[in-house]
Nanobody, 127 residues
Framework: QVQLVESGGGSVQAGGSLRLSCEAS????????VGWFRQPPGQERERVAY??????GTNYADSVKGRFAISRDNAKVYLQMNSLKPEDTAMYYC??????????????????????WGQGTQVTVSS
């Protein structure tokens, strides 16, 4: 069982930065991946970024490339968000997929592949 706790959300003006943190209660996701997802008001949840925990490979949604960076430090995964825009306003969720078969990192892009989810942290960007 993995419990995930997000922190670091808040309100910021456009152009500002925030760093989200996701702390896992266990380390048994180390052969999988950790992703950040977001759900804007009235919209579907979407993938923002993920990191493959064994190897460190990363992937980003086109809408955040060049502005967001995902990283990992032991049991914590971070999402550094720079040059924030009002359209980045959303509830941000951390999710973990425990096991990832070799050569199948594409699974980390799929929301349904994730076994565990945090409760979310709100990010609000004002113009």
């Amino acid at each position: 069982q993995v419990q995930l706790v997000e922190s670091g959300g808040g309100s910021v003006q456009a152009g500002g930065s925030l760093r989200l943190s996701c702390e896992a209660s266990a380390s048994d996701y180390r052969s999988g991946c950790v992703g950040w997802f977001r759900q804007p008001p009235g919209q579907e949840r979407e993938r923002v970024a993920y990191i493959v925990t064994n190897g460190g490979g990363t992937n980003y949604a086109d809408s955040v490339k060049g502005r967001f960076a995902i990283s990992r430090d032991n049991a914590k995964v971070y999402l550094q968000m720079n040059s924030l825009k009002p359209e980045d306003t959303a509830m941000y969720y951390c999710a973990a997929k425990q096991h990832l078969p070799y050569g199948e990192s594409w699974r980390c892009s799929e929301e349904y592949e994730y076994n565990y989810w945090g409760q979310g942290t709100q990010v609000t960007v004002s113009s």
